[in-house]
């Protein structure tokens, strides 16, 4: 039943009207057999309706409170946000850890005055300003004694420091893996449109104005070596359709299983991101819909020790502080050909190399794009594929050599703040929970 559920569009309003018969398709096949399982009847409605368990769950929550109505409208983007790019987001990042370097306490208002010069050149106010760093992973934590600091996301800060620890202990081994990077990339028909697939399912974020038309997805791999020789996933996309309609994480594993594996050295370390279509998860922690049972045969199979005789709650409380033991579906299929999978840590887009290489590939296409209105399937996969030929070996080492210069600068940032945050005492008031996800 669960594979008959079709992947919903993540941004989709469903407004009360379609709300209302939603429920009124629960309520009728729940009367249909009061004997089936709540699990299975949500499943079942997620399939009728074409909408996803976790939003069919939401509206039934509003439908037991009483109250069903559309969400609220969109908030028009600001164009200060609107016009901040990739960069000037990681200036804003960098400048932040400055204070912690420098042994002085991050604020806002601190951080506004500094990020109005350039390279970042901000323009907007407080509040603007605040959304940004919220979006990259920040939030505002009360010191004893008074006034507040601003602190990464202690999930985030975590993410990021066992990623560059593994890294550094797999280049330390003594024999080391050798590092392959996978990215993608998307292709409007007369620009490029590159997006971090590792924030969200479906991240936002689009640079430079689109039109409307063909989309194409390209997806490759590369490491100390350049690309990886017959890598490259070039595939068309509906233009009228939202992306995770056409790909899914079966395109994705066929390309991974067909094209990447067998051409990457053997015991290889594939690093990738975060995208939904990487994150099929094969053994999913038990949820409160799911029976006691369940629960114990999957606390039985990851060998968490447990006794039957707790309540469905207990075990549920169990199974969740075992997040760490989920095993993602591409990461099985990785290991059982002899490779291991590194995820990177949210935010963290440019500790890959491939964002350096897209935009040398990026800049090559739009210098031929300019130049031509034939903009067919063929003609923009030979652009790709030339562009893609043009860099070199060398190009790929030094894109290397300045990531790991980030990693090292962010061991020595994460260095500095520990040392400040020894001296001083953080209140358990936050001004929002860390469970907050803004990826």
């Known amino acids: 039943m669960a594979q008959e559920v079709r992947e919903a569009k993540r941004n989709k309003r469903i407004r009360s009207q379609t709300r209302k018969v939603i429920m009124n398709v629960y309520n009728y096949f729940r009367h249909q057999d009061e004997r089936e399982s709540e699990t299975d009847v949500d499943l079942r409605i997620a399939a009728a309706t074409g909408i996803s368990v976790r939003s069919f769950h939401s509206i039934k929550q509003q439908y037991r409170c009483g109250v069903i109505r559309s969400p609220p409208p969109r908030s028009r983007i600001s164009p200060v946000l609107g016009s901040l790019d990739d960069l000037a987001k990681d200036s804003i990042r960098q400048e932040i850890f400055s204070f912690y370097e420098k042994g002085e306490r991050p604020t806002v208002e601190a951080l506004l005055m500094r990020v109005r010069k350039p390279p970042v050149s901000f323009s907007g106010a407080y509040s603007s300003l605040y959304k940004v760093v919220k979006q990259l992973g920040f939030r505002y934590r009360r010191v004893e004694g008074g006034g507040y600091i601003l602190m990464e996301r202690s999930d985030v800060s975590a993410a990021r420091n066992k990623y560059l620890r593994l890294l550094d202990e797999n280049r330390r081994s003594s024999s080391p893996r050798p590092e392959i990077y996978m990215d993608e990339m998307w292709l409007n028909e007369t620009e490029f449109v590159v997006r971090d697939m590792g924030l969200t399912k479906k991240s936002a974020g689009r640079k430079g104005k689109t039109r409307k038309g063909a989309r194409y997805f390209i997806v490759h791999a590369g490491g100390e070596d350049g690309f990886v020789q017959g890598a490259l996933l070039f595939q068309s996309i509906n233009g009228n359709k939202k992306d995770s309609d056409d790909i899914n994480d079966t395109c994705f594993h066929s390309w991974f299983q ?147 210069h980030m990693e090292e600068k962010f061991r020595i940032k994460e260095r500095a703040f520990e040392k400040l945050i020894e001296n001083i005492v953080i209140s358990q008031d936050v001004d929002s929970s860390e469970s907050d996800n803004d990826e």
Request: positive net charge.
């Open 258 to 404: 067909t094209q990447l594996l067998p051409n990457i050295p053997p015991h290889s370390l594939i690093v990738m991101d975060n995208a939904w279509y990487h994150s099929k998860i094969l053994n999913k922690t038990p949820t409160v819909n799911s029976k006691k049972c369940e629960i114990i045969q999957w606390l039985t199979e990851l060998d968490i020790a447990h006794d039957c005789s707790y309540t469905k709650f207990e075990l549920l409380n169990l199974a969740n502080a075992h997040k760490d033991k989920l095993v993602y579906e591409i990461d099985q299929i990785a290991c059982d050909a002899g490779h291991e999978v590194l995820r990177l840590p949210a935010y963290y887009y440019h500790f890959n190399p491939m964002e350096r290489i897209w935009a040398q590939v990026k800049k090559e296409v739009r210098k031929s794009i300019s130049n031509t209105e034939d903009h067919t399937f063929e003609r923009l996969y030979k652009m790709i594929k030339c562009a893609i030929d043009r860099i070199t070996t060398e190009d790929w080492r030094k894109s290397l050599r300045h990531m790991r």
